[in-house]
């Protein structure tokens, strides 16, 4: 049947011409469809429950009035004008969050070489690979505390070693300083995703069928020529994937943030999702919060939208003749 | 897109089916008591049960423990789903919300049909749970702000007495301040830090909690006076930044000379440090005697089905042997008068190190502050804190800063 | 590559991994001392260290019943990965009807933070009879898109003329994905492995509001039952810290071997 990779009608046609039996392929490709369905359902169905109504529970909500103590009472755009108009530090909490998935090219390109390094046969290459994946699994609770201390403008190491090598000679308070303390949570947020990125490309480095080498090789293609001409396309959808993952970077970094400054100083590592729930469990402003989530979707699904058209569609597929 | 459709369509029949959805959770005869981040105190929960089943003896107790950080969301999900527990340990101002909305059981007519228990309690404390008139809790434990001093900090500052004003702790704080040190600190979380504006005049609010009443000339010029020192490192940074872990922490690693906190955190920072004992940490009222109370309390939930006797333990909890397990398995005090008396017995025999600290817990009672009754004290919080953070830490000057927080917390004060 | 010119590599590795291991450090260090780290100056070399938060941890909570917990849902969740992504990730991989939109909805249920559906996931999960059941823990994690994505990229590396050849001899078309395709994408399967186990790991959120029965706590939950204000845990917390970190570093590495027979079966020429 035809099972193409690539989105262009093509081989399917070609498959129909010679054959010329439209109804049996007809009936294959009912068959085909059903299967492809079944094998989707599980997933769809557990996102639906756990995603997809909740969300839609978010934009009832963010048109009403409603805490977990009263009945719910229709609000209009109350919430929305709220958020927009008045709410100052909403617009500087999206302005952070903005810049914190601007940042998340840094970790991938990171990941990205220290994927390719770890990728070759050297010596050693499961203790780096364990080392700079094993920051994702720690418990942030912990190492949060560690960050604290390491930004600590009196005891922090940081400090301590910018003194010791003289160039600095104050400490600086980076978490509580409002220009430093933003990026400062970047760079421990980094460090944190930076595991995932590189298990992810790596994922897609082992993918790619290793004779595809050896045939550029026996071409004749030095290495560099081999990497853009096979490693680079081929890992096109790892790399898309990243990219989709850093938009959301700031999901991902929640726990940090929450124990690292808990969104300050004023609101300067606050990002939509921690505002967000603070909003609704902190100050039983489920409602307002709810608008806010929305408008943090919106957004997103955006930038994914764009970074999927921009990947040629189809989650980056690669196009590739069978 | 016929999928899509047909996803939205099932999702929003299974979203009206579970919202209407009542929980048959709850076992008939079973009261569920959700404790702060105590879990520890166990014997003296068990006590509290066996005094309650002397009473109902048909009764489960069911006991959850939560820290802070996670009890807000577990509470507010339990509310939602109808099944919330039935007494809960509140901290700070958070039940207000709860309250103002009509999520708490009004526990007016209780006290006043026991009026024995009512008045065993401490007045100026159980005060602290009364909002529009009417009582939502009772005091579980009591603790309010206070003084540490670091005695080796400030016997090498060569200071030999007991800051007796504002200024005068200020200058001590400056003669201590120094390389890797600084001369004070203050918690900041709930309204903490306010004592230090309420003991040079300022006041937060007029009479009828209608308007803001702190911008004025005296707060823009201890604004500018604070920020100052904390941009010279007299009032460590922290102080506007931290929460409970980063503070005590400081103060005992040895590097800050006075700490305003609540009593709780002398035990912690004890443990923390071995240098802090009777001798070189002095426990003293701030100067002025003004404080904040940051105690527990335990509420009812509206939704209780059994919210009388929810109330019989919450009086075996909150008085007699019940409150005097609870002091002696948590060292703290209690809302009960006669208990506390017994219990600094208790102290001074078992655990005289926290005896200053917790003499200071009785004292000065009219003259707590931070303890508003506001509908929306959270919102509040977060309207202004931020605001005064950013002049602190020089971010914004004083002016802007307090005209700002003006501005946003007579908004909230004003809203629905 | 030849072999002299790894060393340029192993500095580059090194300084990275010096890097990331710094923090990781100090959470091994002050596991093992229970020093209070904000004294000055830092102290690199932990002094008098001893393994007695270790053996705290595991008589202040009951940590054999939350871990068995842990393992049980953290099974759940694993095996429900591997197999449900694998299936929608091989779906994608096809072409059929609104397959531009299905894979816009996957993008889009990405960018819904698990914070805000916890009432709506509680109820819906309430409504199912699912509360405080391993079940119930497990059901949110069981399939995770960006695993989803993961195996669709894997698939596509496959080259097309297998997955015929396996359909000219006879094999069904539901076998494919598990007979011919999932064998020849162990990484992936490796990578699904080690992530659905990290996250269902690691999750604190949801089995916190779900579960109510102390005997159901997970590890995380049972990190967050013992610490209290006012006990002296810093060192226990660490302790707790690396003790629930260790099987997440043994199943990434055991995944590992999946990583090399990858490695050795030739992609030595990049």
Not at chain 2, 78 to 105: F, H, M, R
Request: charged share 15%.
């Amino acid at each position: 049947m035809a099972a193409p990779t690539t989105s262009t009608p093509a081989p399917e046609r070609r498959r129909r011409s010679p054959s010329g039996k439209v109804s049996f392929l007809a009936s294959q490709r009912g068959r085909d469809l059903t299967l492809i369905w079944l094998f989707l359902l599980p997933s769809l169905a557990i996102f639906a429950l756990y995603r997809i109504i909740p969300m839609a529970w978010n934009v009832v909500l963010s048109f009403q009035f409603w805490s977990p103590y009263k009945p719910a009472e229709f609000a209009g755009l109350y919430h929305y004008e709220e958020m927009l108009f008045y709410d100052d530090a909403f617009w500087q909490i999206l302005w952070n969050t903005i810049l914190f998935m601007i940042s998340a090219p840094v970790g991938i390109a990171l990941a990205l070489g220290v994927a390719l390094l770890v990728n070759t046969q050297i010596r050693g290459r499961n203790v780096y690979r364990t080392i700079v994946f094993m920051s994702y699994p720690v418990m942030t609770v912990a190492v949060g505390i560690i960050w604290q201390w390491l930004y600590n403008e009196k005891v922090g190491l940081i400090n301590f070693l910018l003194i010791s090598a003289g160039i600095i000679d104050r400490g600086i308070p980076f978490l509580q300083n409002f220009d430093f303390a933003l990026p400062a949570v970047i760079i421990a947020s980094i460090w944190q995703v930076i595991g995932f990125y590189m298990i992810i490309l790596l994922t897609g480095l082992q993918s790619i069928p290793p004779n595809l080498y050896e045939a550029a090789a026996i071409d004749g293609a030095s290495p560099a020529q081999s990497f853009r001409r096979i490693t680079l396309p081929l890992l096109r959808p790892s790399i898309f994937l990243c990219f989709v993952v850093g938009i959301i970077n700031s999901f991902t970094a929640f726990d940090l943030i929450f124990v690292m400054t808990g969104g300050g100083p004023g609101h300067a590592t606050d990002l939509l999702i921690t505002y967000i729930y603070s909003t609704a469990f902190t100050l039983s402003k489920f409602d307002y919060a709810a608008a806010m989530t929305v408008a943090n979707f919106l957004l997103f699904v955006l930038l994914a939208f764009i970074a999927n058209r921009l990947a040629g569609g189809e989650a980056g597929a690669v196009r590739r003749e069978a | 897109m016929r999928k899509w459709a047909s996803i939205l369509a099932a999702g929003a029949m299974a979203l009206s089916a579970s919202l209407m959805a009542t929980q048959a959770w709850a076992q008939d005869k079973k009261i569920t008591v959700v404790t702060w981040n105590i879990p520890y105190f166990q014997d003296g929960f068990n006590l509290w049960v066996d005094e309650f089943k002397k009473i109902h003896p048909d009764f489960e107790v069911e006991r959850i423990d939560m820290k802070g950080t996670e009890l807000p969301t577990w509470y507010q999900t339990q509310v939602v789903a109808g099944t919330p527990p039935d007494i809960v340990n509140i901290q700070g101002g958070l039940w207000l919300e709860y309250a103002s909305q009509g999520g708490l059981k009004d526990l007016t007519p209780y006290m006043e049909r026991d009026k024995d228990y009512a008045d065993r309690l401490i007045p100026e404390f159980a005060d602290n749970w009364i909002y529009e008139g009417k009582q939502y809790g009772v005091p579980l434990y009591v603790t309010k702000t206070l003084l540490f001093l670091n005695k080796i900090m400030m016997e090498e500052a060569g200071i030999d007495k007991n800051p007796e004003s504002f200024d005068e702790m200020m200058e001590m704080a400056e003669k201590m301040t120094g390389e890797g040190k600084s001369g004070f600190m203050t918690l900041n979380f709930d309204w903490l830090y306010w004592p230090l504006f309420k003991m040079n005049g300022i006041d937060f609010v007029n009479e009828d909690l209608t308007e803001a009443a702190f911008n004025t000339p005296e707060a823009v010029a201890l604004v500018e006076r604070l920020a100052d020192l904390t941009e010279r490192g007299v009032i460590d940074k922290i102080s506007w930044t931290g929460r409970w872990v980063e503070p005590n922490g400081a103060f005992a690693a040895g590097t800050v000379g006075m700490l305003h906190a609540h009593a709780p955190a002398y035990l912690w920072f004890k443990s923390k440090g071995e240098w802090v004992n009777e001798d070189t940490v002095d426990s003293i009222a701030l100067p002025g005697g003004w404080a904040t109370p940051n105690s527990h309390s335990l509420v009812i939930s509206e939704g209780s089905k059994h919210p009388d006797v929810a109330w019989d333990f919450v009086k075996i909890a909150t008085s007699g042997v019940g409150a005097k397990a609870m002091g002696e398995g948590t060292n703290n005090l209690t809302g009960d008068r006669e208990v506390n008396a017994e219990l600094m017995k208790y102290f001074e025999a078992n655990v005289p190190a926290v005896v200053p600290a917790l003499q200071t817990e009785l004292e000065n009672l009219d003259k707590l502050t931070g303890n508003w009754p506001f509908a929306k004290d959270a919102a509040i919080k977060e309207a202004f804190y931020p605001e005064i953070q950013a002049a602190m830490l020089g971010q914004k000057s004083a002016e802007d800063a307090l005209n700002a927080a003006e501005q946003k917390v007579n908004r909230i004060l004003r809203s629905r | 590559m030849t072999r002299t010119r790894h060393w340029p590599i192993h500095l580059a590795l090194g300084l990275v991994s010096a890097i990331m291991l710094l923090p990781f450090y100090w959470v091994l260090k002050t596991s093992l001392t229970g020093e209070n780290i904000f004294v000055y100056p830092p102290a690199l070399l932990p002094t008098d260290p001893h393994p007695f938060f270790y053996v705290d941890v595991w008589y202040a909570i009951p940590f054999f019943r939350y871990l068995v917990n842990s393992v049980v849902v953290s099974a759940l969740v694993v095996v429900a990965n591997v197999f449900l992504n694998a299936m929608a990730g091989y779906a994608l991989t096809r072409d059929f009807p609104g397959k531009a939109a299905t894979i816009m909805l996957f993008l889009s249920c990405m960018m819904i933070p698990f914070q805000v559906t916890i009432i709506p996931a509680y109820l819906i999960t309430a409504q199912m009879g699912l509360l405080n059941s391993y079940f119930g823990m497990a059901l949110p994690l069981m399939s995770t898109i960006v695993c989803i994505f993961i195996f669709k990229a894997s698939f596509e590396a496959i080259p097309k003329s297998l997955i015929e050849a396996a359909r000219i001899d006879g094999v069904p078309d539901w076998m494919i994905v598990f007979r011919i395709v999932m064998p020849l994408t162990k990484p992936a399967i490796a990578t699904n492995v080690i992530l659905a186990f990290i996250w269902s790991w690691n999750s604190f959120l949801w089995p916190l509001v779900i579960v109510r029965d102390v005997e159901m706590q997970t590890l995380p939950l049972g990190l967050s039952r013992f610490l209290s204000v006012v006990e002296d845990t810093t060192g226990a917390l660490y302790a707790f810290c690396v003790m629930v970190l260790v099987p997440g570093l043994v199943i990434f590495l055991l995944a590992q071997k999946e990583f090399i027979t990858g490695l050795t079966s030739g992609a030595t020429k990049g």
